[in-house]
């Protein structure tokens, strides 16, 4: 019983990796970002190649994706989402084309492959990270066998969770952004640089999926094509969490997480998923600002 | 007005002969193609998509061992034309592209396919086109076409070895099964409980999970609490990497419980990173290790076309086979249109030495005889054999349904059952 109760938690953690970047970018600026998958898939990617050209092992990875994904999301924001604001039908069409470009631009190895140049951990094929050692075991804690992998995953979770919410509540940053998305000209007026807030929340949602990433090609699979369900399931638990909240993200990711891990331990996987369905709609049904829903204007 | 009409008539009629004789004039010269010193033959396996990553590796092969054969002086003679196409991992687009390998390239056989669907795609394109589709890969069974020559194993050829081998030499007793949800890893499952049911092992469950699944920590967990010491996976495509790794992490062993498997292969192994898989089992006729003088040439030719670090494996051992007993099929036949092709194997079945070993056609269900082996991972990424029969086993595409040696369903007229 304990042992579901964990399995629904580890579950539910990745959850929350995903869906805490978009809950920043989706909650806070109203951008529908459809690449979001994409930056936990070039996370994940950013680990294949440091292993194998840096030689580095996966905690040294997680920087490095944060660095590398949160650039791309800072560009992607001044080229890209800088011009659509407001515009949430295009901001989803610019997006997904986004998401497309970045599958195909790791696919064809950044357009190498067409020179016959191939670069080992790019290319159309699965790739692999190789997990430290340290990490590879398991053990038994109140009859549940517990694999230090994701007690690992779990911990970095919190952490995340942890300084988002610090970065949120406790910094200037974080005041600007909240002003920000409350109120965009008014918060101009008063001296804020909203672009430059903006810019800074993007690459920073990013930088998470980028974590996220790292953390899941440990234990599943790393192709180009690896980000489009992780999109979905981003999107599910911020929106019935409740957009703009930290707490509602959590609390529905959690749920998620126990109810999959229930469901598939009772029938199976398939089953989790179209229980994880019916609850999001059940929840939109009755909650249609979703479970934490924070009081806008 | 009436002088509009007549014009827009005679516009029409000219754009349609015109357009008619173009569509023709390939087919009037291509009656000619017969005996213009040429074979064609079609080349479908993907070069884009989810399934790319094995299939173009035998898309490569098929293409090397016709040149092998171009270079020997060509076949009856003549030089064999590939036509290359690339049907991206959609069976639509392998129905498609087969289409337009019979009606407008006028091939004499399709070298293609490798998941049933895009076979079950094709299917119906040869049948009624009265072409030749030589199917390379291992596969489900429970087919019969006529128009199809098999050149891979069927269950009977990988579990008949495997399930006895685990129960008796390794002392299994509980058997969890686990796979892919489709017809193939279902078809294995319900061949392994058949075969179970002579031993004293007992199979305690089935699970399947769809294509590209990652979350595999709900099963691994029944794994552990059916208490099976025997794991069987037919789990097929990037899912497998996961599945593994879950496996590992959650403290299992490949010495507690022996973990066999029916489709992974050196490609798999390699990509999911082999301190994952080192110490598992797998049950295929083919492993790059294999130590016959004609798997030595042929590694090194592959090798030599894609690097040093290219690995063969079952895949492009089957196509390898496949091409030259097309070739001696023809050569038998003395003549290269399809329907001839599969009489010629009816009634004469060929065979080939190839890296696996003798391979020979079954002239009743066209599909062919295979060594079964097992193979274990090492620490290199490589498989080595530990089992081998001494020599290989006949086809029996319809042993879930109880087919056997004495009781064919699968016969030269199509299925009885």
Same mark, same amino acid.
């Given at each position: 019983?304990?042992?579901?109760?964990?399995?629904?938690?580890?579950i539910?953690?990745i959850?929350v990796?995903?869906a805490?970047?978009?809950?920043?970018i989706?909650?806070t600026?109203?951008v529908?970002? !459809?690449?979001?998958g994409?930056?936990?898939m070039?996370g994940?990617?950013?680990?294949?190649?440091?292993t194998?050209?840096?030689?580095?092992?996966?905690?040294?990875? #997680?920087p490095?994706?944060f660095?590398?994904?949160?650039?791309?999301?800072?560009?992607?924001? @001044?080229?890209?989402?800088r011009?659509?604001y407001?515009?949430l039908? &295009?901001?989803?069409?610019?997006?997904?084309?986004?998401?497309?470009?970045? +599958?195909?631009a790791?696919?064809?190895?950044?357009?190498?492959s067409?020179?016959?140049?191939?670069?080992?951990?790019?290319?159309?094929g699965?790739?692999?990270?190789?997990?430290?050692?340290?990490?590879?075991r398991?053990?038994?804690?109140?009859?549940?066998?517990?694999?230090?992998?994701?007690?690992?995953?779990?911990?970095?979770?919190?952490v995340?969770v942890?300084?988002?919410?610090?970065l949120?509540?406790?910094?200037?940053?974080?005041?600007?952004?909240r002003?920000?998305?409350? $109120?965009?000209?008014?918060?101009?007026?008063l001296?804020?640089?909203?672009?430059?807030?903006n810019?800074?929340?993007?690459?920073?949602g990013?930088?998470?999926?980028?974590?996220?990433?790292?953390l899941?090609?440990?234990f599943?699979?790393?192709s180009p094509? !690896?980000?489009?369900?992780?999109v979905?399931?981003? =999107?599910?638990?911020?929106?019935?969490?409740?957009?703009?909240?930290?707490?509602?993200?959590?609390?529905t990711?959690?749920?998620?997480?126990?109810?999959?891990a229930?469901v598939?331990?009772?029938?199976?996987?398939?089953?989790?998923?179209?229980?994880?369905?019916?609850?999001?709609i059940?929840i939109?049904?009755?909650?249609?600002?979703?479970?934490?829903?924070?009081?806008?204007? | 007005?009436?002088?509009?009409r007549r014009d827009?008539?005679? /516009?029409?009629?000219?754009?349609?002969?015109?357009?008619?004789?173009?569509?023709?004039?390939?087919?009037?010269?291509?009656?000619?193609y017969?005996?213009?010193?040429?074979?064609?033959?079609g080349?479908?396996?993907?070069l884009t998509g989810?399934?790319?990553?094995?299939? @173009?590796?035998?898309?490569?092969?098929?293409l090397?061992? #016709?040149?092998?054969?171009?270079?020997a002086?060509g076949?009856?003679?003549?030089q064999?034309?590939?036509?290359?196409?690339?049907?991206?991992?959609?069976?639509?687009? =392998?129905?498609?592209?087969? @289409?337009?390998?019979?009606?407008?390239?006028?091939?004499?056989?399709?070298?293609?396919c490798?998941?049933s669907?895009s076979?079950?795609?094709?299917?119906?394109?040869?049948?009624?086109?009265?072409?030749l589709?030589?199917?390379?890969?291992?596969?489900?069974?429970?087919?019969?076409?006529?128009?199809?020559?098999?050149?891979?194993?069927?269950?009977?050829?990988l579990?008949?070895?495997?399930i006895?081998?685990?129960?008796?030499?390794?002392?299994r007793k509980? #058997?969890?099964m686990?796979?892919?949800?489709?017809?193939?890893?279902?078809?294995m499952?319900?061949?392994?409980?058949q075969?179970?049911? /002579?031993?004293?092992a007992?199979?305690?469950?089935d699970?399947?999970?769809?294509?590209?699944h990652?979350?595999?920590?709900?099963?691994?967990?029944?794994?552990? &609490?059916?208490?099976?010491d025997m794991?069987?996976?037919s789990?097929?495509?990037?899912s497998?990497?996961a599945?593994h790794r879950?496996?590992?992490?959650?403290?299992?062993? =490949?010495?507690?419980?022996?973990f066999?498997?029916?489709?992974?292969?050196?490609i798999?192994?390699?990509? !999911?990173?082999?301190?994952?898989?080192?110490?598992?089992?797998?049950?295929?006729?083919y492993?790059?290790?294999?130590?016959?003088?004609? $798997?030595? @040439?042929?590694?090194?030719a592959?090798?030599a076309?894609?690097?040093?670090d290219a690995m063969?494996?079952?895949?492009v051992e089957?196509?390898w086979n496949?091409?030259h007993?097309?070739?001696?099929?023809?050569?038998?036949?003395?003549?290269?249109?399809p329907l001839e092709?599969?009489?010629?194997?009816?009634?004469?079945?060929?065979s080939?030495v190839g890296? +696996?070993?003798?391979v020979? =056609?079954?002239?009743?269900?066209?599909h062919?005889?295979?060594?079964?082996?097992?193979?274990?991972?090492r620490?290199?990424?490589?498989?080595e054999?530990?089992?081998?029969?001494?020599?290989?086993?006949?086809p029996l595409?319809?042993y879930?349904?109880?087919?056997?040696?004495?009781?064919?369903?699968c016969? !030269?007229?199509?299925?009885?059952?």
């Amino acid at each position: 019983m304990f042992e579901i109760f964990t399995i629904g938690i580890s579950i539910g953690s990745i959850f929350v990796l995903v869906a805490l970047g978009l809950s920043i970018i989706y909650g806070t600026m109203n951008v529908i970002n !459809m690449a979001h998958g994409e930056m936990v898939m070039l996370g994940a990617y950013t680990a294949v190649l440091s292993t194998i050209h840096l030689g580095i092992n996966l905690f040294w990875c #997680i920087p490095i994706a944060f660095i590398v994904t949160g650039i791309v999301g800072y560009v992607t924001e @001044r080229l890209l989402i800088r011009r659509l604001y407001g515009r949430l039908l &295009d901001t989803l069409l610019a997006t997904w084309g986004l998401a497309l470009l970045l +599958q195909q631009a790791i696919r064809v190895e950044f357009g190498l492959s067409f020179f016959g140049i191939h670069v080992p951990g790019l290319g159309a094929g699965m790739q692999n990270v190789p997990v430290p050692e340290l990490l590879r075991r398991s053990f038994e804690m109140g009859g549940a066998n517990i694999s230090v992998y994701r007690l690992f995953v779990f911990f970095v979770t919190l952490v995340l969770v942890a300084i988002t919410w610090y970065l949120l509540k406790r910094t200037s940053f974080g005041t600007q952004l909240r002003a920000v998305t409350k $109120n965009r000209q008014m918060a101009a007026c008063l001296g804020i640089d909203d672009k430059r807030v903006n810019a800074l929340a993007f690459a920073y949602g990013s930088g998470l999926a980028g974590i996220a990433g790292v953390l899941v090609a440990g234990f599943k699979i790393v192709s180009p094509d !690896m980000g489009t369900p992780y999109v979905i399931d981003a =999107f599910l638990v911020v929106v019935a969490g409740g957009v703009g909240s930290i707490v509602g993200t959590v609390a529905t990711a959690g749920i998620f997480g126990e109810i999959t891990a229930i469901v598939a331990t009772v029938a199976n996987d398939v089953y989790g998923r179209v229980a994880i369905l019916i609850t999001v709609i059940l929840i939109l049904l009755f909650r249609p600002n979703g479970l934490f829903s924070v009081k806008a204007r | 007005m009436g002088t509009k009409r007549r014009d827009f008539l005679k /516009k029409t009629l000219a754009l349609a002969g015109t357009a008619g004789l173009a569509g023709a004039a390939p087919g009037l010269m291509r009656a000619a193609y017969a005996s213009s010193g040429e074979i064609h033959v079609g080349v479908l396996f993907s070069l884009t998509g989810g399934t790319s990553i094995v299939e @173009r590796s035998m898309s490569e092969t098929c293409l090397m061992a #016709i040149e092998e054969i171009n270079a020997a002086g060509g076949l009856l003679g003549k030089q064999i034309i590939p036509h290359v196409e690339d049907p991206a991992s959609d069976p639509k687009v =392998f129905n498609e592209k087969a @289409r337009k390998l019979v009606l407008k390239d006028r091939v004499d056989c399709i070298f293609g396919c490798y998941t049933s669907s895009s076979r079950k795609a094709v299917l119906p394109v040869v049948e009624k086109r009265k072409n030749l589709l030589v199917y390379p890969i291992w596969y489900e069974g429970l087919e019969c076409s006529k128009n199809i020559l098999y050149g891979g194993a069927v269950p009977n050829q990988l579990l008949e070895n495997g399930i006895p081998w685990g129960v008796n030499k390794m002392g299994r007793k509980k #058997i969890f099964m686990v796979g892919t949800d489709y017809v193939f890893p279902r078809g294995m499952a319900r061949i392994t409980k058949q075969i179970l049911e /002579k031993t004293d092992a007992e199979w305690v469950a089935d699970e399947y999970l769809p294509f590209g699944h990652t979350e595999w920590a709900t099963i691994v967990k029944k794994i552990r &609490d059916s208490g099976a010491d025997m794991v069987v996976s037919s789990v097929v495509g990037n899912s497998v990497i996961a599945f593994h790794r879950e496996f590992v992490n959650q403290g299992l062993s =490949f010495d507690d419980i022996t973990f066999l498997s029916t489709v992974t292969t050196e490609i798999e192994v390699a990509a !999911m990173g082999v301190e994952y898989a080192e110490g598992s089992y797998i049950t295929l006729p083919y492993f790059q290790t294999l130590d016959t003088p004609e $798997n030595k @040439r042929f590694v090194d030719a592959y090798q030599a076309r894609l690097g040093k670090d290219a690995m063969t494996h079952n895949g492009v051992e089957g196509v390898w086979n496949s091409v030259h007993l097309w070739e001696k099929a023809v050569q038998n036949a003395a003549s290269s249109a399809p329907l001839e092709v599969i009489a010629g194997v009816q009634l004469n079945p060929p065979s080939v030495v190839g890296p +696996q070993g003798l391979v020979k =056609f079954d002239p009743v269900n066209l599909h062919v005889t295979q060594t079964p082996r097992i193979g274990r991972v090492r620490s290199d990424g490589m498989i080595e054999v530990v089992d081998e029969y001494p020599q290989a086993i006949g086809p029996l595409p319809y042993y879930g349904e109880g087919e056997r040696y004495d009781n064919r369903m699968c016969t !030269m007229s199509g299925a009885v059952i």
